[in-house]
Structures are given as structure tokens and as C-alpha cells.
């Protein structure tokens, strides 16, 4: 059960360094305050209005995947399938992708949404041609249906 200890030294550690402390240097919190901070927390943990957009993702998509080595050369194209789902109380969309074959297959695993604190998307992504992540945060244009991340 170390795993379990360490986890909970690790939770009880972050709940002492965000919940106010009660010293005699300090004021006596405000309960009306505290009410409702942890209220506006509580109405930015639940989804909005910008995760029914990534819901209507959800599904088995047909994907085409264009790299361009350098400007002005054709791209090298590959297609795939991507299946989408609605992860964490739809927060989250979950995208687990395939395709590709031989040197351009292509397995990823990416992880979007949309962090209602910043009213920014946000995106991470793994794949099988790194071993590392990538993130990259956004927005959404309602004149052309795109969310655009860097």
C-alpha cells in the first residue's frame, strides 16, 4: 500500500496549500466568501456549452493525414480511421486513431478539451512515431467551424 500512502501524502499536501489556514495573523475566513468561491469552482468543473461542440465529434471518422516535407513539394498522404469518445463526464474527447501502413503507420491516442478557467481547447497527443507528447491550446472560430491550436 505504499503507492496508496504516497498518494494520499501527495493529496493531503495540495488540499493544505490551497485551503486557507486558520493563524492568529490571519483573519477569521469569510464563510459567505468561501460559499462562493467554491461555488464558481464547482460551476467551472462542470462541462459547457464548448464540450457539446467536441460531443458532436463522437464516432468512427474516416481520416486523411497530408506531411509536406517542403514548401512547394506534394504532400505524402496516408488515410486511417479514428474512433471518438466522450471520456470523464464528458469533459474529455477521446481520440484513439490508426493509419498509415509500412514507414508512415501511424498509431495516436489524443485527449481534447476545453478548459473553461482560460475558455481556451486544449489538447494532448501521443503517438507511435515518438516517444514523447504533444500539447497545444486553441481556440474555436464560429465563421468557419474550426478550432485552431498551437
Not at 493531503?12 to 460559499?35: H, I, R, S, W, Y
Not at 461542440?53 to 486523411?64: F, I, K, R, Y
Not at 514507414?103 to 507511435?128: P, W
Request: overall charge negative; aromatic content about 8%.
Amino acid at each position: 500500500m505504499r503507492h496508496n500512502t504516497l498518494m494520499l501524502s501527495i493529496g493531503l499536501a495540495c488540499a493544505m496549500l490551497t485551503v486557507p489556514g486558520n493563524t492568529a495573523a490571519q483573519e477569521k475566513p469569510d464563510m459567505e466568501a468561501q460559499a462562493e468561491l467554491m461555488k464558481m469552482y464547482m460551476e467551472l468543473a462542470n462541462p459547457g456549452e464548448e464540450h457539446k461542440l467536441l460531443e458532436s465529434l463522437v464516432g468512427t471518422w474516416d481520416t486523411e493525414l497530408k506531411l509536406w516535407g517542403q514548401p512547394g513539394q506534394d504532400p505524402m498522404t496516408a488515410t486511417g480511421t479514428a474512433v471518438n469518445t466522450m471520456i470523464l463526464g464528458g469533459r474529455f474527447l477521446l481520440t484513439e486513431s490508426t493509419g498509415g501502413e509500412g514507414s508512415m503507420k501511424l498509431e495516436s491516442l489524443s485527449i481534447t478539451g476545453f478548459d473553461r478557467r482560460h475558455k481556451k481547447y486544449s489538447l494532448v497527443v501521443f503517438d507511435t512515431w515518438g516517444t514523447y507528447y504533444v500539447t497545444a491550446a486553441g481556440s474555436y472560430d464560429e465563421a468557419t467551424r474550426t478550432i485552431t491550436m498551437y
